[in-house]
C-alpha cells in the first residue's frame, strides 16, 4: 500500500505587529478630552486614525475597554511624573509639596491623558466603572504615602 507523503505541520500565523495601537490611545485621548467620553465614537476614533471603524473592534471589543486602556495609560504617565518627588530625601512635608507640584506638571504637560484620567467619571462608564476606580484607586497609593511621612 502505497504511503502518503508527509507534509510538514502547518505553522501558526505570525502575530501581528501592532504599531496602530500607539496611534489609536493617543487619538482616543485626544478624542474623549475635547469631547468628553459621551460624545465620543468608535467611528470617531477610527476616523481619527484612519481604519475602518469595525477594524476598531480588532483592538478592542468596546469603547469602554478602549476607555480603560486609555485611563490607565494615564495613570501611568502621571505615576512616573510622581515618582522623582516620591524618592527624594529630605523633609515629609517638602516632599508632599513637590508631589503636589508633580501631579500638576503631570497633568498639564500630558494633558490628554491626565484630562481624560481628570475629567471621565466611573459614572460616565458604568460597564468599565470598578476597573476607573481600582486605576484612580491605585494611583491615590501615591499621595497616601507622602501623606503618612
Known amino acids: 500500500m502505497p ?3 508527509r507534509r510538514a505541520p502547518a ?4 502575530p501581528r505587529a501592532d504599531n496602530r495601537l500607539p496611534l489609536i490611545l493617543d487619538a482616543a485621548a485626544r478624542l474623549f478630552a475635547e469631547k468628553g467620553y459621551g460624545a465620543t465614537s468608535m467611528r470617531d476614533i477610527s476616523g481619527a486614525v484612519g481604519m475602518l471603524p469595525g477594524s476598531l473592534y480588532y483592538h ?3 469603547k469602554d475597554e478602549l476607555l480603560v486602556e486609555v485611563y490607565a495609560e494615564g495613570v501611568r504617565r502621571i505615576k512616573a511624573a510622581l515618582a522623582p518627588a516620591l524618592a527624594q530625601p529630605g523633609d515629609p512635608w517638602q516632599r508632599l509639596e513637590n508631589v503636589c ?3 500638576l506638571v503631570g497633568l498639564l504637560e500630558d494633558s490628554d491623558y491626565g484630562q481624560v484620567v481628570v475629567r471621565v467619571r466611573p459614572d460616565d462608564a458604568p460597564e468599565a466603572a470598578s476597573r476607573l476606580v481600582a486605576l484612580r484607586d491605585e494611583y491615590e497609593q501615591a499621595f497616601s504615602r507622602a501623606i503618612q511621612d
Not at 505553522?11 to 505570525?14: G, R, Y
Open 3 to 5: 504511503v502518503a507523503p
Open 11 to 14: 505553522l501558526a500565523p505570525a
Open 60 to 62: 478592542f471589543a468596546s
Open 101 to 103: 507640584a508633580a501631579h
